[in-house]
Every structure is written in C-alpha cells, then in structure tokens.
C-alpha cells in the first residue's frame, strides 16, 4: 500500500494528498507523471506529480473526481493508501533539465495553468526559481472556488497573475486574455507552456501562434499501461503518430491536433457515465447502466 | 479404460454456444483415469525426439511414465526441474510444433497429447497443495530480473532454485506479463493458474516488486551501482503495439489488440471493475497471429459480431490451429487473404466502416511464405463500429536509452547472445520478446532458462 500522509480539500471536487512512494520521488522530475489505481477494482488512473520530497519519499498529487475511481481515491483519509502507485512516467519537462539549463536561462517564459493544470505547472516554476530563471504564470479558472495553490505558486513564480472567467477573483476573463492583456502591456514572451483542459490548450495555441509565441502543451490522453504497451494515448503531432507515455506527455502545441485528441478523450465517456452510476446508486444498482443487465 | 495407441484420448471442452457468451476455461483438462490412459499410449522412446522440440527441455517421457502409473507428485517434479511454469505451458504452449510435433506415435497416428498431460500434472499438484521447494543454500549473489513475464519468472525460478537472491522488478501492477495482461481468462485462467504459479516461483525465494519501470523509477546502472545487484535479467518483453498507416487509424473506435486486451483481461473489463471497455457491435481484428485470435474472441464474448481479416490464406496463419478451430467453432468470421486500405467514419469521427482490398498470393518472399498481392479493383466496404489492430510490436525503447553500453539492433531489439543471454553490457543479460521481438511464451521461457544458466556462468 502507498500511504497518504497529508490530505487537503482544495475545492468543491480537487483534493490534493502527499503520499509516501519513495522510488518515485527518488527519480522524478518536473513535468513528469505516475499512475495511481486505487483498489483491486480501480482504474490505472494517470495524475501529474504536483510536488515532490526527495528525503521524505513523497509526492504530491492533485486529484479531481471525475469518474468511479477518482471518487473512491478522494474518499481515502490520511492514514490509508492507493493500492498501487507507479512512476515516474514520461519525459521530464526539456526546460527543467540540467543539460538544456544554458538554453533556458535565455528564454522569456510564460506559463499558462487551467484548472488542476496548476500541478504539474507548480513543479517547472519551482524549479526554474531553484536555478535563478524568471517565470511569469497566469493560473485561470472558471470561478474563484476553483483556484488553488495561489500561495505556492507565488512564492516561485516572478510574477503571478490570476483569472476567473466570471471576474470573481483577479483578472475578469481566461487564461488566454490574461496573456493578450499583458502583451498588450508591452510584455515580452518566446516561450510558453500551457497546461489544463484540451480546450483551453488548444485556444492558448491559436493564440500563441499568432503571437509568434512557441507553445509546449502537456498532453493528458486515457492511458491503460502507460508504458508504451497500449497505444490508447496516441496522437498526432504534425505528420507523427506520438504515443504520450513514451513520447510526451509534453509535445509542440502548435503541431498537435487537438479537435482528435479532444474527441480520443471522450471515447469512453458512456462508458464511464455509466460506472458513476452504478458507483452512486452502489445496493440499490439495477439497471439502467447498460452492463448489468438488471433493467433487462 | 480402453484406449486406441492410434488416436489421443479426447478431452472435454465447454460447448462452443456456451463458452461464446462466457469468460470461463475452455478446456476441461483430463480426468484421473482420462490421464493415465493418454499417458499409457506413450512409447518411451530412448532417444525421445519429443525433449529436443521442448524449449525448456522438460524430461518428457520420465514424467509421462509417471503419470502412467498415477505418481503424479513425481511426474511434477521431473516437470519442475525444468519449468516454473507448467499449469501455463501445458495451456498455450505450440505444443504441435514443439514437443508433439516431434511424438514419435504422431509419424502414425494422433500424437501424445504431452501438453494436456503437462496441464493435468500441474493442475492436480495445485489441487493437492504440493509445491516445488526453496533452497535452503544461499550463495550470497544478488541478481535483478526485470519483468515479471514468462521469460523473467523462468530466469528468477532457475537462479533461486540454485541459490541466488533474486528480486524481479515489475511495472505494472501485477505479475505475469503478458500471462496477465495478454493471454484471456478463458485460455489462461488468472487467480487458478497464474496466480499459482507465480505464487509457486515466490515459494522459491524470488522477491517481486510489482510497480517498478525500470528505465523511469530507477535504472540498470542504479541497481547495479546503488542496490548492489550483481547481475541483471532484462526480460521485460515486446513494447509499442504497430499500426498500418492507413487513414482513419486515429478515428474513435480503433484500439490495439494490447489496449484491447489489457483493458479485459488485466483490468478486468468484463467483469464489474472500473476499467471501461469499448463494445462493438460489429468487430474487424486485423491480423492472424495468436493475439488476434484472442482479441477476437474477446470481441466475440464481450457480444459482437466479429470478423479476422488477414492479408494471406488460411495456411499461413500465424495463430496455433488450436486456436483458429476454436474461434471458428465459436463463431467468429475468417475473411481471408484481404487487407484494410481505409478505416471510414462518421461525422464525430467514430468508426461505421472498413474498406478492403482483396489479396492473392504471388511468389514466395525472405520468410519464405507466399507474399501476399493485392488485386486491382477488388476493393470493397462492410460496417463496423470497430477495429482492432493486432499488428504486432516493436520494442519499448524504456531500458534501451537508459542504459549505458547496452546494444540494440536496427529494429531496436536487445542484442543477446542465444546461449547465455550475455548483452553488450558486461553483468546483463536478456531473453524473450525484448530480444527477439514478439514470439510465445514458451521461447521467452526458454531464453530465461538459458540466461539463467549464463548468469550461473558468470558467477563461476
């Protein structure tokens, strides 16, 4: 069993949980993710690595309940664990490597965090504070409940900007529109990196092209292994098919469709609807999700 | 029980209308008496043919002589001293190009059915609660074996039983590999059969750490350097499931037979876990090895039509004609010598269609099979809602770029020698599918068994 040891609520559906797996935080690096399955039953669920404590054995994670398995994970306390926890998976991020550090002291970065994208964006900007690189970070959100790790962030990033598309904390608008506003202010960029749902994505990199800007997205398709065995989190990145796990997850958001990634990632969204239900209506289940057979 | 030396003693299988809607064995395995009988047809050759076509070189007739008599707890012993794994051999092992192939009875008549008969000793050991024994012995050398499949457990079962501390490193969350995550319940039951053997290698003092990629968590050289591992078994199998390059791949409604196949059987799809697993009414399985075999059969309980489409003719199909006679009896449709050209799809981009192209055979090309050709304007399309590829692999490039001085190939394979394993990396060795690419489980199985004697080698 993985162990959690620390557990918080970060809003409405977004908890965020340290637990204690030693060999991945013995090796990860910014940008990289694990798979976590809850219990016999649960799903290989991938979740990127918000943070890490290389001499506690820790990870951070921040989890969002999306399906049955993620609801059964966030319901976990302090003192439990995940029944398997393996990383870490994919590439770390080419900014936060040693050998590209001369190249990315001359970069003028942005990055751009939508939703839980802040996790995975929290460990890049740690790290490039660590070896003295300015980063600006806009994190955008629906509402104000939905932003977290405001403190954190603020503490590494050079400047922190934050957006809420109903106005109700920071900017009134997106992620996108923050960045439009402070370009228009005169503020140079040549690097950005943009993380957070497919959607928003992809309309940072429509934006980002025209701005002349060049875009690293963390891609987030289903895997099952993600080892490089499956193939499910394929996509295609310019003229290549790319397999996320072992090729990404970061990749070129200019090059990368988005209107097949985002329909790759619905495919089983029935499918999953129907596990929930199941899941919510647990003894009093019979029928109606189209697998039991119960309304039958 | 009377018994023709001529024709093998039948064994029972569920009925193909039965087993087609379900998930349990297929075949029954032999009685007692149904064993002893099969096994009396065996004429204990002195110079049995049938040991040299057996990759782990089990002493087959001396174990059959015992299952003659009924001392099956000795048969599985003379088994164990050369496999760790005989419940799964005896299962899906091409037995009829191996050891049977090779049956002196089979020159006239049926030959033995030593694979049924490897089951049945297996099966009744499990069931009488006998297990091969741990060496009491340790010669002090620590040995790392990564991947906990058929070519690892073999390796680990070997250098354990002769006194090595050896822990296998697993990533993902169960051992098995391939047993676990490719082959079906209904060939291979999991909790019955692989969780036993594993079990059983486990017994033997193998250590398995489930949840560790070696190339990611930690690498060759950090074991060797900071966990003091002395030598290292690289087994950890085929990697990134191939694709054709024909357009519509991407389309929603095209899997892998791995993801496929991972999705039911180590996910347990088909059954009330989490792990959700896409339906098809109408299934096209691209391909004809054994792994399309069982994706179509899959397909087939999961309740969809489903056809096999491969590019040449019933004779060159790579599957074991075991399995081809069973998906046919269970219904799935063979249409042969065609090709995919185009997968067609909807305005949402989910797949109602395949176009095809109708193939013949020409002259004979390097595998000495005849190439197949496609005839012009013989294109076509049929509906479906889904497709599977089951194309083979090409390997996992995790170990290989992460570890210093190991050679690969062109196509990316681990370079080993047959004999021992030895790679290019002093002190590492491989076998099975990360080295030859994909192939069956008893080669991989034979390959640990040759590194492990390799790995003895080095230490000498």
Redesign the interface.
Known sequence: MYKIVRKEKLSDKIYLMDVVAP??A??CLPGQFIIA?VDD????IPLTICDYDREEGTITIVLQTV???TTRMVELEVGEGF???????GNPSDLCLEENLEETKKKKIVFIAGGVGTAPVYPQVKWLKEHGIDSTVIIGARNKDLLFYEDEMREVATELYMATDDGSYGFHGNGCQQLQALVDEGKEYNHCVAIGPMIMMKFVCLLTKELGIHTIVSMNPIM??G??????C???VGDE?K?AC?DGPEFDGHLVDFP?AM??A???KT??GR?ML?LQEGDTHHGGCG??GGDK | MAVDVLVKVPISEQDPKVRAKNFDEVCLGYTKEEAMAEASRCINCKNAKCITGCPVSINIPAFIEQVKDGNFEKAYEIISESSALPAVCGRVCPQESQCEGKCIRGFKGDPISIGKLERFVADWACENGIKPKANPNKNGHKVAVIGAGPAGLTCAGDLAKEGFEVTIFEALHEAGGVLVYGIPEFRLPKDDVVAKEVENVKNLGVKIETNVIVGKSITIDELIEEENFEAVFIGSGAGLPRFMGIPGEQAMGVFSANEFLTRNNLMKAFKDYDTPIWRGKKVVVVGGGNVAMDAARTALRLGAEVHVVYRRSEAELPARVEEVHHAKEEGVIFDLLQNPTEILTDDEGWVNGIRIIKMELGEPDESGRRRPVEIPGSEYEIEADTVIMSLGTSPNPLISSTTKGLEVNKRGCIIAREDTGATSKDGVYAGGDAVTGAATVILAMGAGKQAAKGIMEHFK
């Open positions: 060999r991945v013995h090796s399955k039953k649960g799903e290989r399906g049955a398995s029944e398997d926890f393996v990383g870490p998976l099952v292994d080892t490089g065995m499956c193939g499910a394929r996509l295609m098919v397999f072992v097949q329909a790759r619905a495919q089983y499918e999953e596990k199941a697998n039991c």
